[in-house]
């Protein structure tokens, strides 16, 4: 099966070898209890529970009325014990559920619904009512993605199944353990969405699943369902570059793949929406690599929502000296924590205990105008230029180079040899451009309304 790709990218050493082998193990933490953060994607929720509800595993435990939002549910049927800021990936302080587990196995499921008989609305509310966000990283509520734009026809479903990131295995064994489940995802969705097909687009580092996949597909009689083969390179698995290697298609600068009648869903968030339909089964659970070079017990985990990751050490992950750095996420992408007392979200792919030898600790020094960033950036953009515009404060000129179009995958701070931290400032920089709009927005809505007064009191 021949493989495709996008230009530039780089190659970053894979490390995958520690636990792409490795059966996910489902495990629960030693504390019995686990911290729900409220929001997990799209607007804020307001919590429906207090201190001293008893609440059952699959209850719904906050939502918003908002279109872009995500309800959250209990992982585990126990006692609220209290509701309290905690920190959360990107160390950041929100508003958590404590919940003490009973022991019991009740659940509050939903009951189950026929995909492929219920009528689109019925399948998007199930989907919302089930919690279903991007379990890629993004978190962005999947009811959303799955009804875009009155206008925006989708003819293919891609399941992002390169996993890029080094380290990272959870969705391998994801596909290896649960390949029908997979399957009747990708299924479900072509049918929500009304798409022609659906491809199943794997990295060639993982060609070995091709046969397994195709089995689960014959085996389905999904005759519209696929398997795609891209080369092993970082960021195959941004939605660019996917769309690009599997379709030859573009997506235009501040569009989105339903502009180019695409739906691109993680492994993860595929299987969550087939179990939403079978089961009743809101997200509740999430898979997870446990890995790195300060990682003793390197793992493929299921875990509740909400387990904090110093809950499952060391019973569950044994680490050796030398951490020098904590990762929620990949070691391109990721956040550095300040510590593992952080819950695991429903977009939490992986926990890396990185050594001194696996990060760079060097500071920055000069640019030197090498071009090395440009090259390797595949949303063909100028890093350079976007930083040097940021570092003189010209925000419109740094958009124009493309500031706004960055995805952050990392690829130029990668190749730098100055050292510098381009990512890192392009995410300041969008900050600052965002709030920037809002105030000249803000501007223009005062002088309409000053306007309009004074034009009213002629």
Request: hydrophobic letters at 40%.
């Amino acid at each position: 099966m021949k493989s495709h790709t996008f230009k530039g990218g780089i190659h970053p050493p894979e490390r995958k070898e520690l636990t792409e082998h490795l059966p996910i193990e489902t495990v629960f933490p030693f504390t019995n209890s686990v911290s729900i953060p409220a929001t997990q994607g799209g607007a804020p929720n307001t919590v429906l529970v207090k201190a001293g509800d008893t609440v059952i595993r699959g209850q719904k435990i906050a939502e918003s009325d908002a279109f872009m939002s995500a309800p959250v549910h209990a992982s585990i049927t126990g006692t609220v014990k209290k509701i309290e800021f905690r920190a959360v990936t990107g160390n950041i302080d929100v508003p958590c559920i404590v919940i003490e587990g009973s022991g019991s196995d009740e659940t509050a499921f939903m009951e189950s619904l026929d995909p492929f008989t219920c009528s689109k609305e019925e399948a998007l509310k199930r989907i919302k009512d089930a919690g279903i966000v991007g379990m890629g990283g993004a978190a962005f509520p999947t009811h959303v993605k799955l009804n875009p734009p009155k206008g925006k026809v989708i003819e293919h479903v891609l399941a992002n199944a390169a996993e890029c990131e080094p380290y990272l295995t959870i969705d391998e064994r994801t596909m290896t353990e649960n390949t029908d489940t997979l399957v009747d995802g990708v299924a479900i969705t072509i049918k929500v969405t009304g798409a022609k097909s659906g491809l199943i687009v794997l990295e060639d580092n993982k060609s070995h699943l091709v046969s397994t996949l195709e089995t689960a597909i014959t085996k389905s009689g999904y005759t519209n369902i696929n398997v795609v083969l891209v080369k092993t390179k970082y960021p195959q698995g941004g939605e660019k570059n996917i769309v690009k290697s599997a379709l030859k298609k573009e997506i235009p600068s501040g569009g989105l793949p339903a502009d180019i009648g695409c739906v691109i869903v993680n492994v993860g968030t595929l299987c969550a929406i087939s179990d939403a339909f079978r089961l009743g089964k809101p997200l509740i659970d999430r898979g997870l690599t446990v890995s790195g070079g300060a990682c003793a017990s390197p793992k493929n985990l299921r875990v509740p929502v909400g387990t904090l990751v110093g809950d499952l050490i060391p019973s569950v992950i044994k680490l050796n000296p030398g951490i020098v750095k904590i990762l929620s996420g990949g070691p391109m992408m990721g956040v550095a924590m300040a510590n593992a007392n952080f819950p695991i979200a429903k977009n939490t792919s992986g926990v890396l205990f990185l050594t001194a030898k696996e990060t760079d600790l060097r500071e920055e020094n000069q640019c030197i105008n090498c071009g090395k960033c440009v090259t390797v950036c595949s949303c063909r953009l100028y890093p350079v230029m976007i930083a040097k515009e940021l570092e003189a404060g010209n925000l419109e000129n740094a958009r124009k180079y493309g500031l706004m179009d960055c995805v952050e995958c990392g690829t130029c701070s990668y190749v730098c040899p100055a050292h510098i931290q381009l990512v890192q400032r392009f995410r300041v920089g969008k900050q600052l451009f965002r709030i920037d709009m809002q105030k000249k927005h803000q501007k223009a809505e005062a002088l309409k309304a000053k306007t309009a007064e004074l034009q009213g009191g002629k």
